[in-house]
């Protein structure tokens, strides 16, 4: 099929990254050669989104160009190869997460992923949609409890919410500590005989910590509560395999990893998601229809109703291969060492105060900070128009704010183009900002 | 000057510590000694969670005292600052062509000659127009202000 990359590109080859290979791979990503404010462009937000690269970028022009049709749908040509390229696709992001190709829903985002797992419990709860008796198992109602944590993104938690005012069912959550790591020593008595689900999150977006998964997971069994990850931040930044891990569900964006926006996916573990009940409903999603009711197909298309972003899994699927290319032990282990150097570096700045695990602590490559004295929002006009782009706010995070006592943090967050330089044109950048504003000589 | 240097000008940086009528003169809008109207208003940015509880005390058409509460960023809170310092002892209706200016200056992209007649020191922030992502901050108090008025029973002329 004529799909891929053109071939004036250099598709990356394995090995240890570091600054050189950094660069290289920086040279392949058009966006990230343009200037901002007369000075080279250092993006350190990628935790928020992450940049594509041309191989991305042609893959879904080259798609729309010569294979793009409805899929499953339709028996001509171009109808049979849009459906191979998106089922294709499915295939190649579900070993890239370690999972098989029917345990992996395409959705918008992460956030209608987990939508989807809490309106199925909603729906099994009102008795409608379900796949007969193996669907009563989500059933939730006044005495069960769900757990998510202190530190979760609001789609990680608005959306259960919503689903306990919906059931009656309590929501409960782990604490922090005051650098916003989990208290895991507090599980034991948050999690109880009455929790049905546990959802948290891989890898938190505002420390950047690394959750023990395998912790959670086991205590999650210990009940038998089901186990759902946010997995946003894991799955662009560190080798994840959903198998090994023992999760139920998890959710992801593609637009994290190099894909583009309006992709995610969910996954389910097989045996659940074939008896999950739906969530959107209407056509593609099902096997007979009459005036009165309606059977779905199987998982995972009984979860994709309507015409599906077809062009954006194939994009999704070439950003995996760029990913797998470079090598996934080899992006966490260089934004671990970058992640590294921002914390070290930030530690030594006087009247900055570091969130999240401390220097030589496991995290990912990214790193929210306070500037004692100086807003968020003016830390960051300060570094745009240095030319470093960061994110500022609450990151969708406002309890986590609270539980620290700020309103808003600076947050720096890697991926596998950014260098040492970069880290360090931040580092140098900060260190000015309190003297900006007076607060030092 | 630098467009980040006309946005944080002196009179900014000043207003953003020394945040003049913070600290609110009551809870809501039960009138104080002296007043014959009051309102409060709470403004609030989703964006990036800045918020701040105004309070605007009236002695028939004169403003007799305008006092905050807020957090936020430097924009914001300076914005607060200068607002509280100019209205005491303003006419209502001058406030209201105040915030009115205010709001046109911020929405000019920097094309506008602000009115430094009518502003005062708000003039100061004609260089935030210039930075679209931070007109909201510097207009956080002022459209605060406005409600505030609307509550105590200002009509619009």
Redesign the interface.
């Known amino acids: 099929m004529p799909t891929g990359t053109s071939p004036a590109l250099t598709t990356p080859v394995p090995g240890a990254l570091n600054n050189e290979r950094a660069r290289e791979l920086a040279a392949q990503f058009p966006l990230l050669q343009r200037s901002v404010m007369d000075q080279p462009l250092v993006y350190l937000d990628s935790g928020a989104t992450s940049q594509r690269p041309q191989s991305v970028l042609d893959a879904e022009f080259d798609f729309l160009r010569s294979s793009y049709s409805a899929v499953h749908r339709g028996a001509h040509t171009v109808a049979v190869e849009a459906t191979d390229a998106f089922e294709q696709a499915r295939e190649t992001v579900a070993n890239f997460v370690g999972a098989g190709p029917r345990e992996i829903v395409w959705t918008s985002n992460a956030t209608e992923a987990i939508n989807l797992i809490t309106y199925a419990f909603s729906n099994a709860s009102a008795g409608s949609n379900g796949a007969g008796e193996a669907s009563q198992q989500f059933r939730l109602g006044p005495g069960d409890q769900i757990v998510v944590t202190e530190s979760e993104h609001h789609a990680n938690l608005v959306p259960w919410q919503e689903l306990c005012a919906r059931t009656g069912a309590e929501l409960r959550w782990i604490p922090v500590d005051d650098h916003g790591v989990l208290d895991l020593p507090a599980v034991d008595s948050v999690i109880t005989e009455q929790t049905r689900v546990v959802s948290f999150t891989h890898v938190s977006n505002v420390t950047g910590a690394v959750n023990d998964v395998a912790a959670l997971v086991d205590a999650a069994r210990k009940v038998g509560a089901f186990t759902v990850l946010d997995a946003c931040q894991s799955v662009p930044h560190l080798p994840v395999n959903f198998h090994e891990l023992g999760v139920d569900f998890a959710a992801f964006s593609g637009h994290k990893m190099l894909g583009p926006t309006g992709i995610g996916a969910l996954y389910g573990r097989a045996e659940l998601l074939d008896v999950l009940p739906t969530f959107l409903t209407g056509g593609s999603m099902i096997t007979s229809v009459t005036m009165e009711r309606s059977e779905y197909l199987p998982a995972p298309t009984r979860f994709e109703a309507g015409t599906q972003r077809i062009s954006q899994a194939v994009a999704l699927a070439e950003a995996v291969r760029f990913l797998d290319a470079v090598g996934m032990e080899n992006v966490a282990t260089w934004e671990s060492e970058l992640g590294q150097r921002l914390a070290a570096g930030v530690a030594q700045l006087p009247g900055i105060r570091l969130i999240g695990p401390q220097p030589g602590v496991d995290r990912v490559g990214l790193a929210s900070v306070v500037v004692e004295g100086v807003h968020a929002h003016d830390v960051g006009q300060l570094l745009d128009v240095a030319g470093v782009a960061v994110r500022v706010g609450h990151h969708c995070a406002q309890p986590l704010h609270r539980r620290l006592g700020v309103t808003a943090t600076t947050r720096a967050s890697t991926y596998l183009y950014n260098t040492t330089d970069d880290v360090d044109r931040l580092l140098n950048e900060l260190a000015g900002v309190r003297r900006y504003f007076r607060l030092e000589d | 000057m630098?467009?980040?240097d006309q946005?944080?000008q002196d009179v900014i940086?000043d207003h953003s510590?020394r945040r003049i009528g913070e600290g609110l003169a009551g809870a809501d809008a039960t009138l104080l000694p002296g007043e014959s109207a009051a309102g409060t208003h709470h403004e609030f940015n989703p964006?990036?969670?800045?918020q701040i509880l105004v309070r605007v005390g009236l002695d028939g058409d004169t403003v007799t005292s305008l006092t905050w509460q807020g957090?936020?960023?430097?924009?914001s809170?300076a914005a607060a600052s200068v607002l509280a310092e100019m209205a005491p002892q303003t006419d209502v209706h001058t406030l209201r062509r105040q915030i009115d200016g205010f709001r046109e200056m911020l929405r000019s992209r920097g094309t506008a000659e602000p009115d430094e007649e009518l502003l005062g020191d708000g003039v100061a922030f004609a260089g935030v127009a210039k930075?679209v992502a931070?007109v909201k901050?510097a207009a956080l108090a002022w459209v605060a202000t406005e409600a505030a008025l609307m509550q105590a029973g200002v009509e619009r002329e």
């Open positions: 630098s467009a980040l946005m944080y940086l510590k964006t990036c969670g800045d957090d936020g960023c430097s924009i809170m930075f931070r901050c």
